[in-house]
């Protein structure tokens, strides 16, 4: 969040649409064209997009990974029309997750998750996936093959995605988006199962620095997959020309699922702040073990020391100062005095 305001900082005075300001990615820009209808595929590495054809038959899908050529996206976006603000938001990776519809097609913005296992790190990409006819056109920032099962499918012409139009490919990118977010959030509940048991067990200063770690994490997809779920729900709400009727039907597909990682994000949240107050409990209860048994070490030898304070006065006749029992017997009673108040505390369980 806080990059993203100083980014728009930057940008004060700069007409809409100016990609002078954006942080354009380093990654130098791959362009791959893949062409396939039922009988036949083509995959076709692109240098220059000058004089690219996209066949009217079949389904073309142009990928672009790596957004450091600005002039290749600019081609790419005067072939199919793309308004400046909308080639705008492909470089900007800080936009929420939303709908966009022109004049030629319609566009969404995405935003794929991973978590690193190593470092337990919410790592976020944002996708743009435009349709516009019969092409279907991704922007990625890295060069992630995050599609990598989708090609496989298409190689070797599994499922119906050959027989197929255009949107459903569309719509097969982004079930991946959302596949995956089900992958995270997996791995999302076992950190959690694991600092439930370390807060049983052991909870430690550590505990709290993960479960504040984690927290942030959960707000992050939070915000995301709510905006996901407004995406899923204009694509099934607007009847649109883009969309054939056999797609929407899968289109309800994911809508349900986009339903289930809302309300799953959101019992994280309320699980997480459980483990808060699970480690604030754990930590006032392993306190007052302390204190207690303090106070009965302490409470122990009150009366212990009010002997001994009484026979350590400095008075000249003191009852039985004379008599040669009287250091045992001062013992005797002490050791008494201190067995017998053990007792009593375990037999009132304090201990």
Same mark, same amino acid.
């Given at each position: 969040?806080?990059?993203?305001?100083?980014?728009?900082?930057?940008?004060?005075?700069?007409?809409?649409?100016?990609?002078?300001?954006?942080?354009?990615?380093?990654?130098?820009?791959?362009?791959?064209?893949?062409?396939?209808?039922?009988?036949?595929?083509?995959?076709?590495?692109?240098?220059?997009?000058?004089?690219?054809?996209?066949?009217?038959?079949?389904?073309?899908?142009?990928?672009?990974?790596?957004?450091?050529?600005?002039?290749?996206?600019?081609?790419?976006?005067?072939?199919?029309?793309?308004?400046?603000?909308?080639?705008?938001?492909?470089?900007?990776?800080?936009?929420?997750?939303?709908?966009?519809?022109?004049?030629?097609?319609?566009?969404?913005?995405?935003?794929?998750?991973?978590?690193?296992?190593?470092?337990?790190?919410?790592?976020?990409?944002?996708?743009?996936?435009?349709?516009?006819?019969?092409?279907?056109?991704?922007?990625?920032?890295?060069?992630?093959?995050?599609? /990598?099962?989708?090609?496989?499918?298409?190689?070797?012409?599994?499922?119906r995605i050959r027989k197929m139009a255009a949107d459903y490919l569309f719509y097969a990118l982004?079930?991946?988006?959302?596949?995956?977010?089900?992958?995270?959030?997996?791995?999302?509940?076992?950190?959690?199962?694991?600092?439930?048991?370390?807060?049983?067990?052991?909870?430690?200063?550590?505990?709290? /620095?993960?479960?504040?770690?984690?927290?942030?994490?959960?707000?992050?997809?939070?915000?995301?997959?709510?905006?996901?779920?407004?995406?899923?729900?204009?694509?099934?709400?607007?009847?649109?020309?883009?969309?054939?009727?056999?797609?929407?039907?899968?289109?309800?597909?994911?809508?349900?699922?986009?339903?289930?990682?809302?309300?799953?994000?959101?019992?994280?949240?309320?699980?997480?702040?459980?483990?808060?107050?699970?480690?604030?409990?754990?930590?006032?209860?392993?306190?007052?073990?302390?204190?207690?048994?303090?106070?009965?070490?302490?409470?122990?030898?009150?009366?212990?020391?009010?002997?001994?304070?009484?026979?350590?006065?400095?008075?000249?006749?003191?009852?039985?100062?004379?008599?040669?029992?009287?250091?045992?017997?001062?013992?005797?009673?002490?050791?008494l005095i201190g067995i017998s108040m053990i007792f009593y505390f375990k037999k009132k369980k304090?201990?």
């Open positions: 969040m806080l990059k993203y305001l100083k980014k728009m900082r930057k940008k004060r005075g700069f007409p809409p649409g100016s990609l002078n300001e954006l942080e354009i990615s380093k990654l130098r820009s791959e362009a791959t064209l893949i062409h396939y209808d039922n009988d036949t595929v083509e995959m076709t590495s692109l240098t220059d997009l000058a004089d690219v054809s996209f066949p009217k038959s079949g389904v073309n899908w142009l990928q672009i990974k790596g957004l450091a050529d600005i002039d290749m996206i600019k081609k790419v976006a005067d072939i199919f029309h793309f308004h400046p603000l909308l080639v705008e938001d492909i470089f900007n990776s800080d936009q929420r997750s939303r709908l966009e519809e022109f004049n030629e097609g319609i566009v969404v913005f995405l935003k794929h998750f991973q978590l690193e296992s190593q470092k337990d790190q919410l790592e976020s990409e944002q996708l743009t996936i435009a349709l516009v006819n019969n092409v279907v056109i991704t922007f990625q920032d890295s060069r992630k093959n995050i599609f /990598q099962i989708l090609e496989e499918r298409i190689q070797k012409n599994k499922g982004i079930d991946i988006i959302i596949d995956d977010c089900f992958i995270v959030l997996g791995m999302i509940d076992d950190l959690i199962e694991d600092l439930e048991s370390e807060l049983i067990k052991n909870p430690q200063s550590e505990t709290l /620095q993960k479960i504040y770690h984690l927290k942030r994490e959960i707000i992050v997809l939070r915000r995301s997959v709510w905006h996901l779920r407004e995406l899923v729900v204009a694509l099934n709400r607007d009847q649109n020309e883009f969309m054939t009727d056999s797609t929407q039907v899968y289109l309800k597909d994911i809508y349900d699922h986009a339903i289930q990682i809302v309300d799953i994000v959101e019992t994280f949240r309320d699980m997480i702040s459980n483990m808060l107050e699970m480690y604030l409990t754990s930590i006032s209860n392993k306190m007052n073990e302390v204190m207690k048994t303090l106070t009965i070490f302490a409470a122990i030898f009150i009366p212990l020391t009010f002997l001994a304070g009484v026979y350590g006065m400095n008075f000249r006749f003191l009852p039985e100062l004379e008599w040669k029992w009287s250091y045992p017997l001062w013992w005797f009673i002490t050791i304090w201990f």
